[in-house]
């Protein structure tokens, strides 16, 4: 178990308040029927992720530290456990979207029959580490539940011949244009990756090691949608040679020509996008990209992505802090938005996928008992990412956090940045 | 075009009124969610049923007939129809689940929307032969839309874990008991079968023909679920010389073991129903069966079912009026019930498997343009049902009436009753 | 059982001797290689057609009634056994192609080991009854499998891009031109159909009824290539109106634009038989089309397929003598042919699908143990074809004679004649 | 290109006359009707490998470089491209198993041709480094194929029921013993890794460049099957906690519970190798497992397996030389064996898993034209394995050699080593 600070009760619960009702939060533009529908297996249903978040504290939280705990339903942890082995069988993934009850006011009941209690055991039991972990884990599993709801949201909403909005939102328009891409230059030499081991973190981020990494340079933002257009628009989904094998594959079997979300409408690219239907914004970083999309576009390009230690290690030397700017889900954008000022996007906006492949770290070792399939049991066939984005809370995310998917995924906010060994 | 009796406005307006409320009342019990989810792709959601009967009148009777008809969404049409290549692309059947919008609340709005416009439309125009029958055959479809709706609601409450109950409805008990069954015999000689053009009814009922039928016997009413369970309990469906080579298949792909919705619960053999779940009802018909189970049964039973022209004669002969107390939908007990007295049951309770293929009567002709796709197109691969169900409006049946479903298909309520050749 | 006359010894063992060499022959212009490949699920590969048909004497025949018989191989069973579950555990069939074993030459070393057997035993024994029974049906099964072996091999070449030729055969040229199609007219009545009983026949063609016909016409031949080119040529593949619903799903999902072994190349036609790629032969029977097409033929032109009733009581009327000049495997064309003087084509050149489903007769019994497996079991979802084929062995087919396969088939001689109810 | 010294003809030739005559020998025990199966989509058919091959020295050196050089066939080239996009259009990979032409003999002629013609073209021009390289990337290339070709071969007879014998060879006994197992240590940090550009090497072994490694040691020998029984009968495919979710899945859903070629029978642990069915040969190296599996079988042992970078380290710290008695194809065991000696096992015997993903290494250039298809388009979900196995010809390995397979896989020679940092 990773040792955390005693929080306060009080700091404790206040987070536990602010965070559960972040998820209420991004449900509220909701119709009910929207919280219902699984358009396709990856995507689940707002219902069930409000319902899943639940579960998890009332299955790791009060049935093993509150006496006399009552579940608020017995067949609530089959609905709502995802993939914990170890918490017993569950709903298939694929019937999700058939689950018509409990209904969206009983899951709101749910959350708030186990909010409760939540706050009730912690104002009550003496908080040990142990207690604290788990809130925090709680918490950060339900932000990045709360990352997914937009993803799935999105989907839902864009998969809909119909193209309904989340939320109006601010007037959509290119920004004032983009400065020219730049390149950001690193020496060769030991850098030293992974978190440290204080204060959370997610297992997959321990431990700290050591890599060499070659000397090289990566471009000081994200691509952006003008750029990637112009590979649309020289045939790059047409063209093998830029393409991984499966890569072409996957274009062909699903007939990609662009990003998820891009129409051409009457001659003009639109893009879908929490806020409807509107034009593509030229200057936003490209999102909604797979792993193989964005290793064509580099080759196109001549040049590759970076590793992950790579995009790490530029990220400490010429970002370590958060800048103020960055967007995140808590300036309520929606979506990737054009740089602002100097700001290199290391944070925020869309998910960089990296060249390297989510595997342990060294001296890797996941938690003991159910918690220990949390991150670890994924460890092959998925790319990592870096960076966060524009749904990410910005109390989530380090540079040291790993974020993973299948390369062909691209419902969520993908982007990438180039680089290359010098 | 089929001639039918020209209705008084008023008639008319009565019956629109009175079937269109009754798809409402069908819904009336459900929750909003209960509207969305398409569990599995013969499935479709509560509220695109309500969708698709309301665009089949603005399709076929506004947009043809109202001079100046502005549509209620320009989308509607893509979202509703349901198979016809003559009005157009449309939704992928698969992906009607994943439709959240319009919402119920739409939907409503838009059935209330046509409603008043046919109301006006039929208030104010000639109600010619033409306009009559489409009025007509609108309400039929709408019927049988209806009886869709109890299948497909019952398949989305009796796939949830939390099985919920449509309807508490009456008490559910075994009824006294079952009378033992006999035989009715027909002799040998020509009979005439199908439609005589009187009246409304289906292209495929039509036309009217001769048969010669071998003298032969079928029994005096259904197989009960007490006379199945004991093929069940046999180890019918564990042996392979009962069954069709693609039902042992089906069988053994499928993992079945008994009829759909039943259930062995610590021992004892429980049923899914609209009224929740409660004890086999030993006395009621079996249902949920496949036409493969049918046969098995039979062929178990060192008997076959009856054809459709068999089936025909016998009710003509033996039951040609519809008898008071037989259970259709307007008895509300949503579920087949224990014969009642000497009730030879060939109407309602639960549709009866045939042996005879869904395939075109002698001089058989489609009506011209969209609507000739309502039946002509389906007639490969199916067989014949007859009878009408639980779920089925009194006034929506005839002995003439052919129903159709694959072989494999057990979501409707489905039966069977015995014959042999003498 | 079917009670058949005995013959004597010495005609048994020569029909055996004849009909099992026959199957060898059609074998003789293959390389070793096309005897084990198998290039989609229906089709068998050669090797496993000889062994399969061997097993079945050596199973039904030699395990049963000659003492001390010792298995050529003990794991040959499994091996051959097609889909009698009676007779035990066997290859999937999906897995036919990949048995690189048995080579070819222990497949023959088998069926020289199984003929030894089997005429020593028809030598020693008394020939029963049932004896002959099993040595007949045992020859028929072979030469139906002899047709499969044609269907197999014409799939098996056809499909390789090196396009080779079974047999270089005859000089392919179109016939000096076909009459006109003419009327066959059947007046309305009571007929008899199936089989009396009296000499060899399946179980599905018993037992003889009767059926009452509306008066009809059938056409005088069967429909050509220039006929059916113009349905090519107007679009017919197109249009889903003259399709049934999954035949337009089937047409569309695999890209269906003309009969198997057609190919369009430099504009010309051209088609593939046993005699390699050559010219559309437009005055030859259309054939290598489903029952989707047919069927979507007949729409085009107004008309309908004839039901296996129609088919058998105008064969018995017009042709009740098979000619002469009909174009079985003993005319060694190995496809179908341009009509021949006034021959109504009922028998020969390529099986008729007709209207009917395959289902039972009244009183039809299957036989019983294994080889009631033979028929019985596969009565639902397939089409009735009747007459025979160029493949088919003269002495093998009869009016009554009921051919069976799912509507999607076409890699087997397939054709059509016209009907419509007067 | 990648320069290579200058051969000279004599050398090349002799090479390219052993190269080619070896991959004949491998095929020398089957029967013709071996040639042709393909019973899964990974294993391709001997005989196209024999053609395939060939292809490649046609197309890249004769028609590049022979004046006036004829194809042997002008379909060949669609019959034997593999996957070179910029080589045109080929045959489905998964229809090579229909292809019963080109006949074996046809393929041996077609060998014949090209090899006739690749002879005098090296006997008669100026051989530039271009045609040295591309003559030595055919030989390595063909070697890689005659690996495959074992592979495939015991697939094809090791799912056939008969399982036949592809050579009896030596005695199947269990050798001697096996030493315990031992620590290898490595010290912390930069070693060099990749291809120095001296002799020849595939594009993916390049760039040689730097790594940083934590402390960590490595086995001394591969695991054996004693070893990996141990881990089956504790029960280790039943117990999701050792598996990666990826791989669970994939045990569940082929019902994995041993290696491949495991076969228990009448309690006995059997395995089917290139001898025929043996017992299990406690003593050598477990192999035919996946990378799940030798996952699993590390995370049971509370160990990892090496990365990429820690087996190249190793293995040059403690053998950089081939060992003379290192099992490889030229040993002719076709199978691992107990480890002889003090043997390290770095080389033959079985691939090693490593827990690294197949991903370009630094400064990784793709060769121009048609040839960077051969490795760098499959640099996505794959995994490194290391060292060769007993179907690598010993001139064919280096420490630096990459091989590459998806995870699931497990027809090939593979085997693991465990590893820890410290």
């Known amino acids: 178990m990773i040792t955390i600070t005693k929080e306060s009760h009080t700091q404790l619960i206040a987070d536990f308040q602010r965070v559960r009702a972040q998820s209420q939060n991004i449900c509220a533009p909701l119709q009910k029927e929207d919280y219902v529908a699984q358009p396709v297996v990856f995507v689940s249903p707002p219902k069930w992720h409000l319902g899943h978040t639940t579960w998890f504290f009332e299955t790791f939280l009060l049935q093993e530290f509150m006496e006399g705990y009552e579940l608020f339903h017995p067949r609530y942890a089959y609905v709502f456990n995802s993939y914990y082995e170890g918490a017993g069988e569950r709903v298939q993934r694929s019937d999700r979207g058939n689950l018509t009850r409990p209904t969206v006011d009983k899951v709101y009941a749910y959350r708030e029959y186990v909010d409760r209690h939540v706050e009730r055991l912690l104002s009550t039991v003496e908080i040990t580490d142990e207690i604290a972990y788990i809130v925090q884990i709680g918490l950060h599993h339900e932000q990045q539940h709360q990352e997914l709801l937009f993803y799935d ?13 989340y939320k109006e939102g601010a007037q959509i328009e290119s920004h004032a244009g983009t400065p020219s891409l730049e390149w950001l230059e690193m020496e060769e030499g030991i850098y030293e990756v992974g978190h440290d081991g204080k ?5 997959n981020e321990g431990g700290k090691h050591r890599v060499f990494l070659e000397p090289y340079r990566i471009t000081d ?6 750029e990637y257009l112009a590979f649309v628009e020289a045939g790059g989904y047409k063209d093998y040679q830029y393409w991984l094998e499966e890569g072409w594959r996957w274009v062909n079997e699903n007939q990609v020509d662009s990003p998820m979300y891009w129409f051409k409408v009457n001659g003009q690219w639109q893009q879908f996008s929490m806020q409807g239907m509107h034009p593509l914004d030229l200057n936003a970083p490209v999102t909604h990209i797979s792993y193989y999309e964005a290793q064509a576009f580099a080759k196109w390009k001549g040049l590759r992505l970076p590793t992950e230690f790579e995009w790490e290690a530029a990220c400490l030397h010429y970002a370590p802090e ?4 960055a967007n995140f889900v808590d300036a309520e954008q929606f979506r990737p938005v054009a740089r602002q000022g100097k700001d290199y996007q290391f944070y925020g906006d869309c998910w960089e996928w990296t060249q ?3 595997l342990p770290y060294p001296r890797y070792e996941a938690p003991e ?16 990412l870096k960076g966060g984005s524009c749904a990410t809370p910005r109390d989530h995310i380090r540079p040291t956090y790993r974020n993973f998917f299948q390369a062909e995924m691209r419902w969520h906010y993908t982007g990438l940045r180039l680089a290359e060994t010098l």
Chains 1, 2, 3, 4 share one sequence.
């Not at 949201?153 to 809909?160: M, P, R, V």
């Not at 204060?199 to 297992?203: A, E, L, R, S």
């Not at 958060?322 to 700017?325: G, N, R, S």
């Open 369 to 384: 008992g159910t918690l220990g399939e949390y991150n670890g049991k994924f460890m092959v066939n998925q790319m990592v």
């Open 221 to 226: 933002r994200l691509i952006t949608n003008a």
């Open 356 to 358: 390297s492949a989510y």
């Open 199 to 203: 204060g959370f973190h997610f297992d």
């Open 322 to 325: 958060i800048p103020e700017l």
């Open 153 to 165: 949201i999105q989907y839902i909403l864009g998969h809909n011949p119909l193209f309904p909005t």
